[in-house]
């Protein structure tokens, strides 16, 4: 019998949100209303239901959320220009910009665009470098709660041999230099490594965003890991759509400490830290007393 810990990432950030609700009524009691523009150029189905979902949860925190929908043939230019008005306006604390965009953008382009201090998803060069100079900026939403999930698995994470495996901007890097910032010794794996199940076998932390389903089962893990599994796959099962993770769950769970599933693991914590970013940025953009301490 396995007493692998199965982590609930709905009722972390379930608390990640309830902390950010009472710092949006105290931002309100000052006569500030946080706003968050939800920018989505196109018609990815996928794209559609992740801002559904976020346009949704802001407005239960009480953040004022703004979409704004472009059609897919628009220029990079209408969406430069729209970012303008957005940097500008006073009254909007966070942009985001759904990815992807359509070919005819560039994403890096319109990524260093947003205002670093309004830009919730961390992506912009300015944040990217404090995140790795260990400068208190805006942190990439769902590396940090990929960490929130560790901290609360494990305490203080100082000495841990964390190793993540995938090297993408948006998750592996950041994801890395949390890690590093939090004490951890950090290896990070990608296509090219040699014999990544050993190296990953050393670890007592893994973190796991590769986007190929199953990818990591128990042998590539340390007895009594902790593993976290950013991957999201959609796979034929016998004749119907599943969501499995980059880890081989079931597999995984006789050999680890704890584990987060998907789905209900990492996902729920992604837009919680969206909200958080909000917030933040509202505390960036206003010459406020000091942001009450972190979690
Ligand atoms: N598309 C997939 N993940 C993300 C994300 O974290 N932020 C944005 N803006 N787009 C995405």
Not at 64 to 79: D, F, I, K, M, Y
Not at 149 to 168: C, I, M, N, T, Y
Not at 175 to 180: D, I, Q, W
Not at 188 to 209: E, G, K, N
Request: glycine letters at 8%; charged letters at 20%.
């Amino acid at each position: 019998m396995s007493t692998a810990k199965i982590i609930d990432g709905k009722q972390a950030a379930a608390r990640v949100l309830d902390k950010v609700k009472r710092e949006v009524d105290e931002l309100k009691a000052l006569d500030i209303e946080p706003a968050l523009a939800v920018v989505l150029v196109g018609d990815d189905p996928a794209s559609h239901v992740y801002v559904r979902n976020k346009v949704q949860r802001a407005r239960e925190v009480g953040i004022r959320s703004v979409e704004h929908r472009l059609p897919a043939n628009t220029e990079q230019t209408t969406l430069l220009n729209l970012i303008d008005t957005l940097n500008q306006d006073v009254k909007i604390n966070g942009i985001l910009v759904q990815m992807p965009l359509p070919l005819q953008i560039d994403e890096a382009s319109v990524i260093q665009a947003i205002r670093a201090d309004k830009d919730v998803d961390g992506f912009h060069r300015e944040n990217v470098g404090g995140l790795v100079l260990g400068q208190p900026v805006l942190t990439p939403c769902t590396p940090s709660g990929c960490l929130y999930l560790l901290e609360q698995a494990l305490g203080d994470l100082s000495g841990k041999h964390a190793v993540v495996v995938g090297r993408s901007n948006i998750v592996g890097k950041p994801m890395a230099a949390l890690l590093l910032q939090a004490h951890c010794s950090v290896t990070l794996l990608h296509s090219r490594s040699v014999d990544a199940p050993a190296l990953c076998r050393q670890a007592d932390i893994v973190v796991a965003a590769v986007g190929r389903p199953e990818m990591i089962d128990a042998s590539w893990l340390k007895p009594g890991a902790v593993v976290i599994d950013v991957g999201i796959n959609r796979v034929e099962h016998e004749g119907r759509n599943r969501l499995v993770g980059d880890v081989d769950f079931d597999n995984a769970l006789s050999q680890v400490s704890a584990i987060t599933p998907v789905p209900g693991g990492v996902g729920p914590m992604t837009i919680a830290f969206l909200m958080k970013n909000t917030v933040r940025a509202a505390y960036l953009q206003y010459p406020l007393p000091a942001q009450p301490a972190a979690h």
